[in-house]
Structure formats: structure tokens, C-alpha cells
């Protein structure tokens, strides 16, 4: 299952930290939800992904919270069971990371690590609880982060169009990227809900690929071109083999997301 394993620990790291071009408010609001069934090969249903916002308070500062939750499901979790959960803090205001969280948990391999963005000395407190040797400070880039597949589903927001490019930088694990997402082409999808035309996105990493990206992996998200704009497929490939993730159910917000 060592494939597999790949394709959705990658899946996980589309909730590694990315910052976007200028500091913005999410488009994400409270209450706002969002569901995918991975398939993998043969298997129609390998696992499930939850994407959820709250918004909250705390000492009177108001806050995002998105919550990414990553499991197998059926057949597959009898052979690999893997469950994973990434947490990422926003400021409401302003849209910058403030903290981020993630754990694994399989038959294999746990992992176990919080970032900690701390703005005036300009690091970010890497911590992680089960190898505490690979602790760290580390430089914050000079844009503000934000998670790789809420960077992905922002774009919905972005009024991209064909041919535009968006740089953003990622931190996977203990490591900033500089990547590009680049608005592909529009194609055609069939999905749960229907039949519909996305914007198809990819993040590329032009300068010194590194991790997934010098392996040759890639990743994509398909937005939806109506009013909703609703990231109706995402996708992860490797060598090893391909992962897509449908949206199933869409939870709306209790107010509209604005395009900017």
C-alpha cells in the first residue's frame, strides 16, 4: 500500500502553509463546510476529506478557523487506515496565519507538529512533539501564510482567468516554497451535482522544484465557472499513482463569500 500511503499523506500536505500575494481577509465564513470522496484506481471510495470554517474569539480578537480532516474509508481502511486532521488559524481581519496544526495517525507512522506565528520576531516556532531534535525558528516569508488547500479553494475568490498567474509560498513540514498558481485552461466536469465548467488551477514550482514537486508530483483544483464558484474536484499525482477528491456536499456560509 506504499502508494497509496503517498497519495494521501500528499493530500495532507495540501494543508501544509502558504501565503498568498497580499494580505487579505479568508473568503471563508463561519459554518462554511465542504466534503470530498477520494478515489484512488479501482477504488471509488478510498477516503474522505472534510474541510470546515468556525469563526471565534479569543482574548476579544476575532478569528478563522479551518479545519482539515483526512481519513480512508471502506475496503481501503481495512488494508491502510490513516487518519489525519490539519488546524489553521487565521486573523479575521487581516487574514494572517497565526498558528497551525497537524497530526497523523497510521499503522506505521504518527507525526505530531503546531507552527506558531510570532510577527514581531519575524519566525515561526516549529514544534514538533515527537521528534522534538527537529524543533526550529524559522523566518517568516514577507507575504502572510495561509494553508496550501485553502490557498486552493481561496482562489475561487480571485476572479482568476486563463493564462493568470498567482505567486504563493508554502510551507511543507519545516520548509517555505515559492509556487505559482497558474489558471490552466477551463474543462468540462461531471460531478455530483452535475455537470458543470471549472477553472482548472495548478500550483507549479518553477524555481529549484523540491519535495513532491522534484519527484514530479503535481496537484490541481477544478473551480467552478457559475455563481458559486466551488472547487468541484481536487487532484494529487504522483508516481505512484493518482488521487482524486469530488466534492459531494457543499455547506454554504450564513453570509455570501465576495469576490475580489
Known amino acids: 500500500m506504499k502508494s497509496l500511503s503517498a497519495i494521501v499523506f500528499a493530500f495532507l500536505a495540501c494543508s501544509a502553509l502558504t501565503a498568498p500575494s497580499r494580505a487579505q481577509p479568508l473568503s471563508?465564513?463561519?459554518?462554511?463546510?465542504?466534503t470530498f470522496r477520494v478515489s484512488w484506481g479501482i477504488f471509488s471510495h478510498a477516503g474522505d476529506i472534510t474541510i470546515a470554517a468556525h469563526t471565534e474569539k479569543l482574548a476579544g480578537l476575532p478569528q478563522v478557523r479551518v479545519i482539515t480532516d483526512t481519513s480512508t474509508q471502506g475496503f481501503i481502511r481495512k488494508l491502510y487506515r490513516f487518519d489525519g486532521r490539519a488546524e489553521s488559524i487565521f486573523d479575521a481581519k487581516d487574514g494572517r496565519m497565526?498558528?497551525?496544526?497537524?497530526?497523523?495517525?497510521?499503522?506505521?507512522?504518527?507525526?505530531?507538529?503546531?507552527a506558531v506565528f510570532d510577527y514581531e520576531a519575524g519566525l515561526v516556532r516549529y514544534e514538533d512533539f515527537l521528534r522534538p531534535?527537529?524543533?526550529?525558528?524559522?523566518?517568516?516569508?514577507p507575504d502572510h501564510p495561509m494553508d496550501l488547500i485553502t490557498s486552493l479553494?481561496?482562489?475561487?475568490?480571485?476572479?482568476?482567468?486563463t493564462g493568470d498567474r498567482r505567486p504563493v509560498t508554502v510551507m511543507f513540514d519545516d520548509e517555505f516554497y515559492d509556487l505559482t498558481l497558474v489558471a490552466e485552461r477551463i474543462e468540462h466536469v461531471d460531478t455530483e451535482a452535475g455537470e458543470c465548467d471549472a477553472l482548472v488551477i495548478v500550483p507549479v514550482m518553477e524555481?529549484?522544484?523540491?519535495?513532491?514537486?522534484?519527484?514530479?508530483g503535481t496537484v490541481r483544483v477544478w473551480i467552478s465557472q457559475d455563481e458559486k464558484h466551488l472547487p468541484v474536484k481536487l487532484e494529487v499525482s504522483m508516481k505512484y499513482g493518482t488521487g482524486t477528491a469530488w466534492l459531494t456536499h457543499y455547506h454554504p456560509p450564513t453570509s455570501p463569500v465576495a469576490a475580489r
Not at 481561496?154 to 482567468?161: F, G, I, Q, T, Y
Not at 524555481?207 to 522534484?214: D, L, S, V
Open 28 to 34: 471563508f465564513k463561519d459554518g462554511e463546510r465542504f
Open 98 to 114: 497565526l498558528a497551525a496544526s497537524a497530526s497523523t495517525t497510521s499503522k506505521k507512522k504518527n507525526t505530531r507538529a503546531m
Open 133 to 141: 531534535d527537529r524543533n526550529a525558528g524559522i523566518p517568516i516569508p
Open 153 to 161: 479553494i481561496e482562489a475561487r475568490a480571485w476572479n482568476l482567468k
Open 207 to 216: 524555481k529549484e522544484p523540491k519535495g513532491m514537486f522534484k519527484r514530479g
